[in-house]
């Protein structure tokens, strides 16, 4: 609409993680089966199937919202075209000695049996012991507890006191760690402690990464299960001893615990340790953070595993640079909180650990070479680490074999690996790939970089900052020019939206209506799928019952995209409350209403005139305001700030056009004083139904192709409103009138306050307001305006009257006040202002009294002239 050419590709991300652990929860709960008893290939085949099914419902979404997508250039994360611009990125990135395959700690989710990134983390805050139910346990797990446990020291009658909260990995413990300034305990370094479960003596070493504020100040040193203890064993030449498998069981170093769930030997192993006299004691009201798994809920571990990692920092200074430099900005600043963030996580990158233990993504295209051919294809640390060092990064198998026989000979053979990329790996080169990378396309040359990035705020380090990097070293240049950020979409109480909260509102259900029955039948639909557990069904059966008692009401997509872009997006969080739609959908009802009265009250035969010698003070307030309107919402729309161009509309048009405008030509049209009123009408609509448009289209097209068929001027014939020029300010700048505004909202007031003293007051006994002004330039422009009041304040008895010591006038006033226990007129002084005041005439003294009430109630004082 504004003569730019604008390219929005919509897509579907194959989003790993979260859509193996979907389906592998909804096949257990409907079939009893997990997906190694169907095998690899046939799982895959089913996720496709649902993948397909969940497609057509986002994309109908999406076209019922109103979204104006190119879907013809729709695409898949994994489909043909992306799945080989991934490959062809792995390749690349290989060859320029960025990938690398280590060992290394990562996050373990026991219920996927993968590793998951950090943004699939939930930091689960414990404020003491709390009950757990985790996956694969029966009944629910004790977690939140200090447990401190006594090591004797070698050669002495003392002991070393240590505190953690995972006891269970004590058969991995290789040291105990104190800070080397620690007074406490700087007599014991150098020093050893006998470890009662290994039965072996352990060294006490210093690091300065303790904290001594923490327990006791020593800890034991657990490098296979704990980051920090990971990095102290490095530092310290440590053994690394995994005593938690894959599966969350106990490891063959765990002695009889072998195979025994890892908080089932917790429980067991503390009863022992109290028998073997170790135990001190057991806290039950320290604070911690539990990491868990956002897919399953399951409490992560930290796995020494072999994966593939990419070298990020050399890309982390380029990304770092770009904000730095001004190149890519991001909105909100929030007084620089989320360019601190982006700077402190760059100056800190890790290498990113890009593989996964999953099977629905893109296979890594890295194959072993394989010396012999005594193992068969199966995920084996014999097959992918003992029997070969050697890895072949290719863009096919072909290529693989053909570079493995000139290397090492024709009797090698090649297993590709089983694990699949992070799905960030592939969501990075969206901007691009869509574009046609890796050719050299027209749209590359076109569209790319792309204008906006907008998305969540809680993403921006784990996806946005990803792109950058990736983007910066396979095209050269940034992805975009600018990051917008909107906050998290929580609930009219202020609470995140999820589904373990059960308050997650599908889009239809706004948009179509949908009673409290349906809501509670679509809710156990997805706990018979095996989407909600049943605690998650029974927290959204109460919230639908606090909250949808009597159903949600049809608000029309209109009436949500106004919801929405009402709220600032900018803030950390959004609240969205369903009431917000149906206020909307009120409004929109209001703007269907005016229109109607526009079209009423002009004709095909109207030809369009701005000539100002027409217009009145009401016709070029309204113009004024108009213009004023059209500024601000396009300076809201330039900052992002939709909010504000909501308010400005409502404003505008609510309250301005309808409320006051419409109501005072409506003297004017009867008095056939209305020379101008059927153009500023017109003029006024059409301007508002353009300048609508991008935040209610079905209205706003419906409304205007109807107009323009009656030829009401201005009016365009066109097949939608995206075929017309978007409202700018430069247009409306000579209807301008900054003193009539001024002199409006003066006698806006007025208004308003007559309406307030006159609340509930019934105009069948034709009361009488005469408005007093000591004002003469004031006295004037009411007197000019006078149908303005009558009509807004639908008092239709009402005069305007210079304040002055007039005879006639004060026994006018007089005889009133007199006669107020006599023929029941009954009369009632407001000063509205110094200058101005109400003479209020009604024939019934208990209408007098409810006018007083109001009075009381709008000055909060008690007192009545």
């Known amino acids: 609409m504004k003569g730019h050419p604008v390219l929005w590709i919509p897509g579907l991300d194959h989003a790993g993680i979260a859509t193996q652990a979907i389906v592998e929860r909804t096949l257990q709960h409907t079939k009893n089966i997990k997906r190694q008893d169907m095998g690899r290939e046939k799982f895959i085949q089913l996720i496709w199937q649902w993948k397909t099914e969940k497609a057509t419902i986002i994309k109908e979404q999406l076209k019922a919202l109103g979204a104006t997508l190119d879907w013809d250039r729709e695409y898949f994360t994994i489909d043909e075209t992306h799945s080989a611009a991934v490959t062809e990125t792995f390749v690349r990135l290989n060859e320029r000695n960025l990938l690398y395959r280590a060992r290394d700690l990562v996050n373990w989710s026991p219920a996927l049996r993968s590793t998951i ?47 953690t909260t995972r006891p269970e990995t004590i058969f991995g413990d290789v040291a105990i760690a104190v800070h080397p300034n620690d007074d406490r305990y700087a007599k014991y370094i150098g020093q050893h402690v006998f470890h009662p479960i290994r039965e072996i003596y352990i060294p006490i070493i210093p690091d300065s990464s303790v904290k001594r504020d923490f327990g006791t100040g020593a800890v034991k040193i657990t490098p296979a299960h704990d980051r920090l203890d990971y990095n102290i064993a490095r530092r310290h030449g440590l053994p690394v001893i995994s005593v938690i498998d894959e599966e969350g069981n106990m490891t063959n170093a765990c002695k009889e615990f072998k195979g025994v769930p890892r908080f089932i030997t917790r429980m067991r192993l503390m009863n022992q340790l109290t028998v073997q006299g170790m135990l001190r004691s057991v806290e039950d009201n320290h604070r911690m953070i539990l990491p868990l798994c956002s897919r399953t809920h399951d409490v992560i571990e930290y796995l020494p595993k072999d994966q593939w990692f990419l070298r990020c920092t050399t890309m982390a200074k380029r990304a770092y640079e770009a904000v730095a430099s001004g190149e890519l900005k991001i909105d909100p600043s929030d007084d620089g909180i989320h360019e601190q963030m982006w700077y402190k996580w760059f100056e800190n990158a890790r290498d990113w650990c890009v593989s996964r ?136 109480n202020g609470k995140k939206m999820s589904k373990s909260s059960g308050n997650v509102i599908s889009p239809e259900n706004i948009i179509n209506g949908c009673s409290f029955e349906e809501l509670n039948k679509q809710a156990r639909h997805s706990h018979a799928a095996g989407i909600l557990n049943a605690e998650e069904l029974q927290r959204t059966l109460r919230v639908n019952k606090k909250s949808y008692s009597a159903g949600i009401p049809d608000c029309g997509a209109d009436a949500l995209r106004l919801s929405l872009c009402a709220r600032n997006i900018k803030n950390h969080t959004i609240s969205f409350d369903v009431d917000d739609c149906r206020t909307n959908k009120y409004f929109c009802n209001k703007i269907w209403q005016a229109s109607k009265y526009v079209l009423l009250m002009t004709n095909e035969n109207l030809q369009e005139n701005e000539n100002k010698e027409n217009l009145n003070d009401l016709d070029r307030w309204i113009l004024s305001r108009l213009s004023r309107m059209v500024g601000i919402v396009n300076d809201a729309f330039a900052e992002r700030n939709f ?90 700048e000579h209807l301008k009138d900054i003193d009539l505004e001024e002199r409006m909202h003066e006698l806006i007031h007025v208004i308003n306050s007559i309406r307030s003293c006159m609340a509930n007051v019934s105009k069948k006994s034709n009361p009488e307001v005469n408005i007093l002004v000591g004002n003469a330039h004031d006295y004037n422009f009411y007197q000019e305006n006078v149908n303005l009041i009558k009509g807004v304040s639908r008092i239709w008895n009402v005069s305007i009257h210079p304040m002055t010591n007039n005879d006639n006038f004060n026994k006018t006033i007089a005889m009133k006040n007199n006669n107020s226990n006599g023929d029941g007129i009954s009369t009632i002084e407001y000063r509205h202002t110094n200058d101005c005041s109400f003479l209020i005439t009604v024939m019934d003294t208990s209408m007098l009294e409810q006018i007083k009430k109001n009075i009381i109630k709008k000055n909060k004082s008690g007192k009545v002239d």
């Open 643 to 732: 909010h504000k161009a909501i308010a400005a509309i409502r404003q505008f048009l609510y309250y301005e056009f309808c409320d006051f405008y419409v109501e005072g030509t409506k003297f004017g049209f009867k008095s056939g004083n209305s020379a101008g009123h059927s153009n500023t009408l017109a003029k006024c609509l059409e301007v508002s139904l353009r300048i609508l448009s991008p935040i209610t289209p079905y209205l706003t097209d419906d409304l205007y192709l109807r107009l323009a068929k009656k030829k009401l001027p201005g009016f365009l014939s066109v097949n939608s409103l995206l075929e017309t020029s978007y409202p700018m300010p430069n247009e409306f």
């Open 357 to 492: 233990q999953l099977w629905w993504g893109h296979r890594i295209p890295a194959y072993c070479v394989i010396h012999n051919d005594s193992k068969d294809d199966n995920r084996s640390n014999d097959v992918f680490n003992n029997n070969s060092t050697s890895w072949i990064v290719a863009r096919s198998e072909e290529a693989a074999l053909s570079h493995a026989r000139e290397k090492y000979g024709d009797t090698v053979k090649l297993h590709q690996d089983l694990d699949v990329l992070d799905t960030w790996f592939s969501s990075t080169i969206v901007p691009f790939v869509t574009l046609g990378w890796p050719k050299n396309t027209k749209d590359m040359t076109r569209h790319y970089p792309l204008t906006l990035m907008e998305t969540g705020h809680d993403i921006l380090l784990f996806w946005v900052a990803r792109m950058v990097m990736l983007s910066l070293e396979l095209t050269q240049r940034l992805p975009f020019k600018e990051v917008l950020l909107h906050g998290v979409l929580c609930d009219g």
């Open 117 to 163: 990134s950090d943004i699939e983390v939930e930091n689960f805050e414990l404020n003491g012991k709390t009950q757990l139910q985790l996956p694969g346990y029966d009944s629910k797990i004790i977690v939140g507890q200090l447990v401190k446990l006594a090591y004797p020291i070698r050669d002495s009658k003392e002991e070393l006191v240590v505190a």
